[in-house]
């Protein structure tokens, strides 16, 4: 069955970086286009960064391009999030997705604090 595990959310500092991992399961990641979402406190959900299948393409919410990357290992089958100069706005839970069936984690908080 299919099965997103996301990992290394944490506390760290403004202009901070992180590392979030989404272990998949079930399918092969590289075959998925595949998403991490957030959501603050008393907010929507939001999109963060989409990698597609089969070409790869990448897009990023306006409000981390340049500071976020998205990438897969298709050797370990899980997806990452790199997230640089981290803001405090970025507190948020984050959410692997996998857009076909509509499969989501079960998140991994990250909290920006000084």
């Known amino acids: 069955q299919v099965q997103l595990v996301e990992s290394g959310g944490g506390l760290v500092q403004p202009g901070g970086s992180l590392r979030l991992s989404c272990a998949a399961s079930?399918?092969?990641?590289?075959?998925?286009?595949m998403s991490w979402y957030r959501q603050a406190p008393g907010k929507e959900r939001e999109l963060v960064a989409v990698i597609t299948s089969p070409d790869g393409s990448i897009n990023y919410a306006d409000s981390v391009k340049g500071r976020f990357a998205i990438s897969r290992d298709n050797a370990k089958n899980t997806l990452y999030l790199i997230m640089n100069s981290l803001k405090f706005e970025d507190a948020a839970v984050y959410y692997c997705?996998?857009?076909?069936?509509?499969?989501w984690g079960q998140g991994t908080q990250v909290t920006v604090a000084s």
């Open positions: 079930g399918f092969t990641v590289s075959r998925y286009t």
């Open positions: 997705y996998r857009n076909a069936g509509g499969y």
